[in-house]
């Protein structure tokens, strides 16, 4: 096929040749910001002065960073202009969309192939680049480091779109009617925002990444600057927290397997950043605090940076199979080199400024909250490497023995799923420990009600049924237990946590206790922001724990037939076909029945798109607190022609998505800035300090 | 027609970059005062947090004291320091 | 009468025995069946791999059970599949040899740095017991009443 494309703009396809142009303009740019930036910044901090002066340099570079900004969107705005105005000129549009199209799918196309993602990629990398520029005075310098260190990135996803995977290149065979479509399993309305979504978080992390880079080369005086990437952090994570669970979603309700997470290597690739940004919000907080881990935090948060990069390798390079479908081209070794370069440049600055990185402080107890945030740490690392280690080993595997292996879930499951309960327990045990050092004694009365919690809750648990001894599939039933039963005692210990710091302050405010409450959180969003993101943890622990009760049933289903499970009783009403531009639907019609009473009618279908001749379920949900109703048409018997339907109670997990939900409160809260309490004291006025002199590293 | 609207899109971007009306970049280097400033504050807010956190209970009467004798002995020093360096402005 | 009672008790002995073969059959299918993956391409679990028209599923199922009705052991059933299908049919390296460096190294790494954590907590702990002990190195002499309580006041909660 890549004979019949060329990159090569022909003078009858206005769009496109303005597409093509603008990137080229911001790779331009980009290598300007990148060039311009380095040695403005080399020239301030070695003094010397060229024919420009370094801060008019660095202005330029900066400027030009803002205008690569433009250019990108404006090859972006190129690339879906040409979607809704069916370029077929154009043969990523051709490739990915048709002229039937829903038009929200039409702009999903942007992100639906190699070349588009790559696009919307260098373009979320400028979105975050223009508003780092656009705040640049909160530290001049530094956003300066970061500025230059971004734009390589984005100098990278530039060249490769430029020169590996144009996504203008025309289409140079016969001129087609009609598109070929876009991917039927895309066809769904998360799939609109999902990919932006991972995709948001995944480039996110690169701010934080450029920020710490730049701290570091810079030698930057004392952790303020962790205080300025924290909102970058923070919201990089959330975008990514929101994408893997969109995905979830999708998987959930589109693929029809009846779960939503099934261990694929891009499902691994996307939840390894998310275990070490996840690491690296914590224990950076005993750096700020602290001055502590100092080289620990850069380390986490050039991993992090390194692992988006390498999930994009892993799907892209076909280095692992992978049921998501991305053509596997020559983009891997741009990535895997990239990744070599990136790693030799933290590692050389590394080595460079690592004096730079001494502690200040020292661990003071093994009971405090720091210690909590190590072995959080330790955790969330170890489950990380295990699940890059499963997700590679096939490919090791190969190598050695010279046959592939494969990793399926039953090996994630038994790794992830005892550390996926250590870090549940971590989540209530950590918010009751103090900083610095925690008396076994205040200890012993601190946990008193979350351990009761958990012993009441098992014992209640035992009793209504819940018998993983007595179960076939007794693990998932033990767990199941485990995870209702430290969920319990964690938000026993997180509301305790709550309700003495509301004490606290309604003692000194005498107000209610819900007043107290609020102006407690206001007063430090950051950790009750934290709490309420741990309670979302639990709600969404306590909806995969649900999924040891799953129970389904698989029927072929005359007129009136019907079939029972779980108290619900679903009678075929019928099964019929339908069609419209885009498909034809193959659906069944099922009445829902819970004891004599109908609850509801379901209509699970299998959709044949016609341009991309290809076939996909709509499951059809209905959803409840305590249990999801999923029911999938799974085809027709041939020889009878009845359809198949296949009928699964999936406990709980109504509970994942709330739980998710919680979590994005939380996060919300935690950016919001805290309000100080009234000070009796003064803080001492600043004045002019122009002539003191310049502070070279933070413990000097 | 395509190549027209990138040749000005270039035009302006071009200007905008090379054509920097006031020159912003200007932020004096980072003193030792201002280093000592983000201390103060950081050593401040673990007192805070110290003294929040007595008060929910979370230390013994005997361990606050000393916690919080350590933190203000280095709050103290910072401060110290602070005074000697910042010139006063009455 | 007794002969009668003997004869009840043998067969209910075999009927006994013949359930429970049935439920362990039941048992081992469930367990070796959620073992092994479908060839399809769907990376499903074998048994719970029933998509409509799967090419692959329904003959690897009726094998198996035609294994486990043949009386094969565990290790044998998942070498014949192996042998015939790859070694991918094995939902996890189980075949000994390298595919348990699989298993071995994420436990080894985790139990190293779980060590390793807890000798740089120790060691960390040691250092600074001094520190907390007395006065903090950094200052050389206690601060004024006035200094403490200016930093008493800015920092009430």
């Known amino acids: 096929m890549n004979q019949q494309l060329t990159s090569a703009p022909v003078l009858s396809h206005p769009m496109p040749q303005f597409g093509s142009f603008a990137l080229l303009l911001a790779l331009m740019l980009s290598v300007y910001t990148l060039l311009a930036g380095s040695i403005a910044l080399w020239q301030m901090a070695y003094g010397r002065r060229g024919r420009i002066s370094p801060e008019k340099l660095a202005e330029t570079a900066r400027r030009a960073g803002i205008a690569s900004f433009i250019a990108v969107a404006s090859a972006a705005f190129a690339l879906v202009w040409a979607s809704f105005t069916n370029d077929y000129s154009v043969a990523y549009i051709l490739h990915h969309t048709n002229r039937d199209l829903n038009p929200a799918y039409k702009f999903s196309a942007l992100w639906s192939g190699q070349e588009g993602s790559l696009l919307l990629w260098a ?10 520029r656009l705040k640049h005075k909160v530290d001049v310098r530094l956003s300066a ?14 060249l490769i779109l430029v020169f590996a995977a144009p996504p203008f290149a025309l289409w140079q065979g016969a001129p087609q009617p009609d598109g070929f479509g876009l991917n039927p399993l895309l066809q769904y309305p998360e799939m609109v925002i999902h990919p932006p979504m991972l ?13 710490a880079l730049g701290a570091l080369m810079m030698r930057y005086p004392g952790e303020k600057w962790i205080a300025i990437t924290r909102r970058w952090t923070m919201i990089a994570w959330l975008f990514l927290t929101c994408g893997i669970c969109l995905g979830m979603h999708w998987a959930y309700a589109v693929l029809g397997w009846g779960g939503y997470w099934g261990w694929d290597p891009v499902e691994n690739a996307s939840f390894l950043p998310w275990l070490t940004g996840t690491a690296f919000l914590h224990s950076v907080m005993m750096q700020e605090k602290r001055g502590m881990m100092k080289s620990w935090n850069v380390w986490l948060i050039f991993i992090t940076f390194l692992l988006t990069i390498l999930g994009t390798d892993l799907t892209r390079s076909g280095l692992v199979s992978s049921v998501h479908a991305f053509a596997q081209s020559s983009i891997g070794s741009w990535f895997t080199t990239f990744m070599v370069i990136v790693f030799a440049v933290c590692l050389f600055t590394y080595f460079l400024q690592r004096d730079h990185l001494k502690s200040e402080n020292k661990l003071e107890s093994v009971v405090s909250r720091e210690a909590s945030f190590l072995f959080n740490n330790l955790v969330l690392l170890a489950a990380c490497f295990t699940i890059l280690w499963g997700t590679l080993f096939p490919v090791l595997s190969e190598y050695v023995q010279g046959s592939k292996v494969t990793m399926g879930a039953p090996y994630f499951n038994r790794v992830a799923v005892p550390v996926g309960l250590f870090l549940l327990f971590l989540t209530g045990v950590g918010p009751l420990l103090a900083w610095r050092s925690t008396s076994l004694r205040s200890i012993r009365r601190n946990m008193i009600l979350p351990c009761i919690a958990v012993v009441f809750t098992a014992v209640v648990l035992i009793a209504f049924g819940v018998r993983p001894w007595k179960d076939d599939e007794a693990a998932g039933g033990i767990y199941a237990l485990l995870a209702f039963s430290i969920g319990a005692g964690v938000i026993t210990a997180i509301s305790s ?27 430090n969003t950051r950790r009750y922001g934290g709490y309420l993101v741990h309670f979302g943890i639990v709600v969404l622990f306590a909806g995969l724990a649900g999924s040891a009760f799953k129970q389904e049933k698989e029927l072929e289903m005359g007129f009136g037939d019907s079939i029972e499970l779980s108290g619900y009783k679903l009678v075929c009403q019928s099964f019929t076909q339908d069609s419209n531009k885009n498909y034809d639907t193959d659906y069944a019609l099922l009445d829902v029945y819970k004891g004599t009473k109908k609850i509801t009618q379901l209509a699970p279908e299998k959709r044949f798109y016609n341009a991309s001749q290809t076939s996909s379920t709509m499951v059809a949900i209905h959803s409840t607190l305590a249990r999801d109703l999923y029911v999938v048409f799974e085809g027709r018997n041939p020889e009878t022609n009845r359809p198949i339907i296949r009928v699964i109670i999936n406990p709980l997990v109504s509970w994942i998505w709330i739980g998710v939900g919680i979590v994005v409160l939380g996060t919300f809260i935690a950016l919001a800035p805290s309000i100080r309490p009234a000070l009796t004291g003064s803080l001492t006025p600043k004045s002019e300090e122009r002539e003191l002199q310049p502070v070279a590293g933070g413990a000097a | 027609m395509g190549i027209l609207a990138g040749v000005v899109l270039l035009l302006i971007l071009f200007a905008y970059t090379f054509w920097p009306d006031e020159n912003p970049f200007v932020q004096r280097a980072k003193t030792r005062v201002d280093y000592l400033d983000e201390r103060r504050d950081v050593i401040y807010e673990n007192l805070r947090d110290l003294n929040f956190e007595y008060r ?11 916690q919080r004798t350590s933190l203000e002995d280095e709050a103290a020093h910072v401060l110290a320091e602070i005074d000697t360096l910042r010139p006063l402005k009455r | 009468m007794t002969r009668r009672r003997t004869y009840q008790l043998v067969v209910l002995f075999f009927a006994a025995l013949l359930a429970m073969g049935a439920a362990d059959a039941a048992g081992r299918f469930s367990s070796i069946g959620h073992k092994l993956v479908c060839t399809c391409g769907c990376t499903q679990i074998l048994v719970e791999c029933n998509h409509v028209g799967c090419p692959d599923s329904p003959k690897l199922i009726a094998e198996l059970r035609g294994k486990i009705a043949s009386g094969d052991g565990d290790t044998s059933i998942f070498n014949w599949f192996a042998a015939k299908y790859g070694p991918t049919v094995l939902a996890t390296p189980m075949r000994g040899g390298f595919d348990n460096v699989a298993w071995i190294v994420p436990v080894s790494l985790f139990l190293l740095a779980t060590l390793g954590t807890v000798y740089i907590v120790h060691r960390w702990n040691r250092r600074s017991q001094p520190a907390i002990a007395g006065v903090p190195s950094s200052t050389a002499q206690a601060p004024s009443d006035d200094l403490r309580d200016r930093i008493r006041r800015d920092t009430e909660y």
């Not at chain 1, 373009?123 to 780092?132: M, Q």
């Open chain 1, 145 to 158: 480091y970061a500025s230059t260190i971004l734009s390589s990135v984005q100098v990278f996803f530039l």
């Open chain 1, 199 to 211: 995709y948001f978080g995944y480039v996110g992390f690169a701010v934080p990444f450029a920020f």
């Open chain 1, 123 to 132: 373009f979320l990398l400028s979105v975050y680049g223009f508003v780092l």
């Open chain 1, 497 to 523: 946590e709550f309700l003495r710091g509301a004490g606290v302050v309604r003692t000194q405010t005498r107000k209610n206790l819900l007043s107290s409450g609020i102006l407690l959180v206001r007063r």
């Open chain 2, 56 to 66: 929910a209970g979370k230390y013994p009467e005997e361990d606050y004291v000393t």
